[in-house]
């Protein structure tokens, strides 16, 4: 597998594993991500990290990793990343995630408390498949099961899993409308 | 006294909290989070909340001491404050922290600095509750405890 690509996930009883890079400099909203995240199901496997930079690094994406590409790194399968941190900002960690040229880049979702409609579209205009506000809520955790690799998962779910992508492609990405209501996303 | 009693306490207990504004339904959220494999899940994230409360009012402290605001690093602690109090259902730490915002976009000085106040106030507040909920909340994971023994 190359660096910057999604992985296959681990197997565990019952289905697939999803790893999940979780990005934000909040403490406390890291935990309670990384709680929703392990309530939902014994499907999600968390990393958390407190910045860009530190996603970069679990990534394998930091400069020295790029000049040394046989240094190992931990495989993840989707970026679930703050929007507003320091030094490095969600947004930058999308772009260069993106900027991957890698067959299958990693799914990226920005979380944010600021519903703001430039931000969504510059997000999505440059590859985020979806944005979640903050507070993060179950069903917000529930979403994240149909960004892994749809494929690679077990035919008892891969139906749902099929007509959740089609939703997906049909409504641009975001079945999350009561949240975004009266918000019109190109 | 009994685990009947401490629960019926805590209920009570979190029940004024949500009566007095002080949390919102996202406590309730974190409520859920918290099982049997996760027991310890509301303390610990109530007590992650407090420490790093404190750490950012130390800070906003110091940089509305200072005689030129450094207004976008006061906004960035604001921010982050009212991202976990959010997150923890403190509503009224939120609020505080949503005028507290507002003042920082004014570059407003003495706004900032009553806003400030405002968030000490409402956090304090707040704070006394969650003790007493973490003790209560100790005593039962105490309970259970010898209860599995």
Known sequence: MEEGEGSNGGVFEGGLEVRVLVVDDSPVERRMVEGLLKKSGAMFQVIAVDSGKRAMEVLGLTDDKAEHPTVDH?????????YSMPEMTGYDLLKTVKEQSCRKPIPVIIMSSENEPQRISRCRAIGAEDFILKPLQTNDVLRLRSYARPTELSPRTGTKRKMALELMAENSGSDRRPRLA????? | MSLMALRERLNVLVNSMFLEGLLDQQFRQLQMLQDASSPGFVAEVITLFCEDSERMLTELTKLLDQAVVDYQKVDAYVHQLKGSSSSVGAQNVKLACIQFKQFCEENNKEGCLS???MV???YYSLRSKFDTMLQLEQRIQAYDSEQQN
């Open chain 1, 182 to 186: 009266g918000l019109a996303v190109s």
């Open chain 2, 120 to 122: 000490k106030h409402q």
């Open chain 2, 115 to 117: 806003a400030l106040n």
């Open chain 1, 74 to 82: 931990q495989k993840v399968d989707i970026i679930l990343t703050d």
